[in-house]
């Protein structure tokens, strides 16, 4: 007769097997649902500011926050050069635009719209099919009546939110 304890045993390691089974026909698993096929290491070089509004705290606030992120949702681990899978690029473009004006006889802007746009070089040294160059870019609104001055350091924030999580969704993300 199967004691309580060995039937418990016995259960856990059916589960353990088939869970097992399972992320094993998943490919190489992340457990924060990051593809790295293999990978376990990656760079990120400095993204250069090459946009003539675009200042080198920008581009530092970019590189940090990509790190960040993919530390955060991966299981990879930062190198300071060499990784087997290497960020770079270049902020091509920091711009203000007018994005709402308000009818009437004289038009006004109402809303002005900051956009932010950058260059990346994704290169994974395990994966060449993987490889990419391409832009990504990004905006937020503002009033018209505010300085950019004002409010650029909280617009760059949310923007470097989005734009990294896209760069993430791009290269490491399977999308």
Known sequence: MMTRLHYLTARALVLGGVL????GSCG???PFGAQTGGAKTFSVAYFTPVASLASPV???RFTEALKDI???QSTLRWESAGGELQFSGRIVGYDVTTSAVSGGESET????????KVQVVYENSLDADLNFERTFSKFADFPADRNLFDVEEELAEQINDQLVQEVFNASLGNW
């Open 28 to 30: 190489v698993y992340s």
């Open 109 to 116: 802007a109402t809303q002005n719209r900051l956009t932010v």
């Open 20 to 23: 097992l089974l399972v992320l």
């Open 70 to 72: 993919v530390q955060r």
């Open 58 to 60: 920008t581009a530092q």
